[in-house]
């Protein structure tokens, strides 16, 4: 009988705010967004504070 492996997760390692920034933006790369740019500045700082907090369930709903 083959011996099996245990497979453990890696350490998790946070990205950094510039990787942050750049994945965030990326779906923004429309020239259309840039009517947009402060607000989406805005949606960037507070979607960062909830990455860096580990917000992970920010609205919870009890169990029925």
Same mark, same amino acid.
């Given at each position: 009988?083959?011996?099996?492996?245990?497979?453990?997760?890696?350490?998790?390692?946070?990205?950094?705010?510039?990787?942050?920034?750049?994945?965030?933006?990326?779906?923004?790369?429309? @020239?259309?967004?840039?009517?947009?740019? @402060?607000?989406?500045?805005?949606?960037?700082?507070?979607?960062?504070?909830?990455?860096?907090?580990?917000?992970?369930?920010?609205?919870?709903?009890?169990?029925?």
């Amino acid at each position: 009988m083959p011996k099996f492996s245990v497979r453990k997760p890696d350490k998790y390692v946070p990205l950094s705010k510039d990787q942050f920034r750049e994945r965030f933006f990326a779906r923004f790369y429309d @020239p259309a967004f840039l009517a947009v740019q @402060p607000e989406l500045e805005k949606v960037f700082d507070v979607a960062w504070e909830g990455y860096i907090g580990y917000r992970k369930a920010p609205r919870t709903t009890p169990a029925w």
